[in-house]
Every structure is written in C-alpha cells, then in structure tokens.
C-alpha cells in the first residue's frame, strides 16, 4: 500500500486508528468532524484559483509558485500536519518541484493563521524511517491496542476501540 497524507497523519494521531483505516476498515463516513473537514476543502477549493492537485496517491489542496498549501479546520494536530506536509514535499521533490510547505488553519471563529515547514535533509531521512515504520504497522495481523485518550471521544473508530 502507497502511504498517502491521512495515513502519515494517523501515524501521529492514533497508530489504531491509522492500522484501522489502512486495513479497509472505515468508520469515518459518520463522523461529524470528517464531514466538517470536507466541507471546508470544497469552500476553499472554490475560492482557489488552482484546484485540488493530485500527484501519485496524494492530494495537495493547493500550489503556489513559492509554496505548497495545506488546509485545515484546526490547529489540534499540529505534528501530524507537519508531517503529511512534509510527504507531500518530499513527492514534490521527487518530480523535480521543490517548495516551501505552508499550513494554513481555518479555525472555527474566522481566524486564519499559517505555518512555513521545509523539507530539510533532516526531516527528509527522519521521513523515512516514519515511512517504514508506517508500513511495518500497516502489515501486522492485529492493530496496536488503543491508548484512550482525552481526543478519543470525538474520533470516528471510538466505538470499535471502546468495545
């Protein structure tokens, strides 16, 4: 499996969640903040002069001559963000395109705030080891036991690891 910016994310967030979702078990279609998330990149696509850009297995909401940009609806997750950037950075690179990442967040009220990310041969080889580490999560029989956090409660897979 290609690992793509949600699950790079889910690396961060929640292994479970990450070896769940990999593994074809979606829960999220119910999920009111998923819905949420959707709705604020169809918005934002709009206003965009440039859509949604796909590359390999990955979505890049959108690309500037100097930056990649990255939405989102809050700053809660911030190294998970750092991290799907920075994958996408890196499949840039790959293609001969280099650039600055940009996340800018959306918060609930009106306030836009942004962060620049690049993609050093620091973080770039540290990207790797994440990868396999990834993917070597995805390949276990059985997903990782969760750890039951405050966020949990608003995670679509929280009835499935409080079972």
Request: hydrophobic residues 35%; charged residues 35%.
């Amino acid at each position: 499996m290609q690992i793509n910016g949600t699950l790079i994310s889910y690396y961060f967030i929640c292994k479970t969640k990450l070896w769940l979702h990999a593994n074809r078990l979606n829960l999220e279609d119910n999920s009111e903040d998923v819905r949420i998330g959707k709705v604020l990149h169809e918005i934002s696509e709009e206003k965009a002069q440039k859509a949604e850009v796909k590359i390999d297995n990955v979505k890049i909401d959108k690309i500037t001559k100097e930056y990649l940009v990255e939405l989102k609806k809050s700053d809660s997750d911030p190294e998970a963000v750092k991290w799907q950037v920075l994958l996408y950075l890196y499949k840039l690179k790959g293609k001969g395109i280099e650039r600055k990442g940009k996340v800018e967040y959306h918060e609930k009220n009106h306030n836009t705030k942004s962060e620049i990310l690049e993609l050093t041969e620091q973080n770039e080889h540290e990207l790797l080891r994440v990868l396999e580490a990834i993917t070597q999560l995805i390949n276990a029989e059985v997903p990782p036991p969760p750890k039951f956090e405050n966020k949990c409660k608003k995670c679509a897979y929280f009835d499935y690891c409080f079972i």
